[in-house]
Each structure stands twice: as structure tokens, then as C-alpha cells.
Antibody
Framework: QVQLQESGPGLVKPSQTLSLTCIVSGGSLSNANYYWGWIRQPPGKGLEWIGYIYYSGSTYYNPSLKSRVTMSVDTSKNQFSLNLSSVTAADTAVYYC?????????????WGQGTLVPVSS | QSALTQPASVSGSPGQSITISCTGTSSDVGNYNLVSWYQHHPGKAPKLIIYEVSKRPSGVSNRFSGSKSGNTASLTISGLQAEDEADYHCCSYAGSSNYVFGTGTKVTVL
């Protein structure tokens, strides 16, 4: 059973870059059947899809965040990462990494527990 | 793109059935049979309970069922149980390798 675990700083200052890593265990990041994604949930709000990365490095980003998002994958470490630049308080959220399944990542069948990232000075 | 619209809260008594709606547009829910639903107990990882509108992953109770009509998808929980008390989120493919989630619904078991 695949497991995902997010890791990153507990606090990010406004205008800085938020960086998170998702470590995948119990399955290979290089499995061609899956995409690897990031989703966030601001306090009191719904979930928001941030984007996907494929093991080859192909990326797909939410148009509303595209100018600030960069995702990367490290198959040797079985992990993938998220960078979100120029953050503001509106980026405060619980950030989840998840596995996308079903051809193009049609649905998210495994999730990490999430990590809260406050943006504050 | 805008978030899909879900009711903020739905409640029911044990044993009853409840339905959660998820309303989008002809660019997302109405155009693709790629709606999924997630159960989320606070502090835990969200769990996939329905994919591709009405399919259930292995191990998910058959008390959960999904459907779609036009631009609105629905999740029905039958035989409501205390353990079903959680947040529920819908998600739809929105074209161009893009996905949109719903606003989320809190289910309360009375």
C-alpha cells in the first residue's frame, strides 16, 4: 500500500517561496500508471488542486497558480516537490500531496496526512 | 475556473439517507464523467470514495453511491452511520489537464 508524507517548514514569511517535499513509500514514483499531485485547503475553505507532475517531469498546473508554481520529481529518492513563490497570507493552508490514478490522474486514490503551512511575518 | 458548489452542511439521523450535490458547469461536471468524491475526517488524509461519477474503489462501503445529471453530480450516503460524520469534497476534470474541487460539505449525524 503506497504511503505519502509531506515535509516542509512550519512557517513561511510573505514574499518568500514555500517549499514542500512529498516522500513516497510502498510504491514507485516511476510507475507510469500514476501522476503525483499537490492539493491545498485554506482554513475554513474547500480543497484546491495545485497541480500534477509525472515521473518523466511533465507538469500540469492550476491556471490560477501557474505563474508561481514549480514542481519537480526525484525518482532516485522516490519523492517530488512543490515550490510556490511570492506567497501571501492567502497561501496559508494545509498542503496535501496525493497520487493521481486512472489515466491522466483522473482521481486521487492515496493522500498524505497534510501539513499546515502558515504564511506570516 | 470557479469552485464547484456544494451545500455547506447536510445532516441526517442514523439509518437515514442523505444526498450531497455538487454543481458545476458545462465545462467541467457537465462535460466529463470524471467526478470523484472524497471523505475527509479532520486531521486525517482524505479518502477516495467515488470515482468516475459512480464507481466505488475496493473496500468502500456500498452505502456510498454517486450519480450525475447535467451539470450536477450527487453523492448519496444510505444507512447513515456515526462514522460517516466528516467533510465531503467533490472534484471534476475541467479540461486542459485541469481539475476543480467543490466548496466542501460537512455531514453531521444527529
Amino acid at each position: 500500500q503506497v504511503q505519502l508524507q509531506e515535509s516542509g517548514p512550519g512557517l513561511v514569511k510573505p514574499s518568500q517561496t514555500l517549499s514542500l517535499t512529498c516522500i513516497v513509500s510502498g510504491g514507485s514514483l516511476s510507475n507510469a500508471n500514476y501522476y503525483w499531485g499537490w492539493i491545498r485547503q485554506p482554513p475554513g475553505k474547500g480543497l484546491e488542486w495545485i497541480g500534477y507532475i509525472y515521473y518523466s517531469g511533465s507538469t500540469y498546473y492550476n491556471p490560477s497558480l501557474k505563474s508561481r508554481v514549480t514542481m519537480s520529481v526525484d525518482t532516485s529518492k522516490n519523492q517530488f516537490s512543490l515550490n510556490l513563490s511570492s506567497v501571501t497570507a492567502a497561501d496559508t493552508a494545509v498542503y496535501y500531496c496525493a497520487r493521481g490514478s486512472g489515466g491522466g490522474g483522473r482521481y486521487f486514490d492515496s493522500w498524505g496526512q497534510g501539513t499546515l503551512v502558515p504564511v506570516s511575518s | 475556473q470557479s469552485a464547484l458548489t456544494q451545500p455547506a452542511s447536510v445532516s441526517g439521523s442514523p439509518g437515514q439517507s442523505i444526498t450531497i450535490s455538487c454543481t458545476g458547469t458545462s465545462s467541467d461536471v457537465g462535460n466529463y464523467n470524471l467526478v470523484s468524491w472524497y471523505q475527509h475526517h479532520p486531521g486525517k488524509a482524505p479518502k477516495l470514495i467515488i470515482y468516475e461519477v459512480s464507481k466505488r474503489p475496493s473496500g468502500v462501503s456500498n452505502r456510498f453511491s454517486g450519480s450525475k445529471s447535467g451539470n450536477t453530480a450527487s453523492l448519496t450516503i444510505s444507512g447513515l452511520q456515526a462514522e460517516d460524520e466528516a467533510d465531503y469534497h467533490c472534484c471534476s476534470y475541467a479540461g486542459s489537464s485541469n481539475y476543480v474541487f467543490g466548496t466542501g460539505t460537512k455531514v453531521t449525524v444527529l
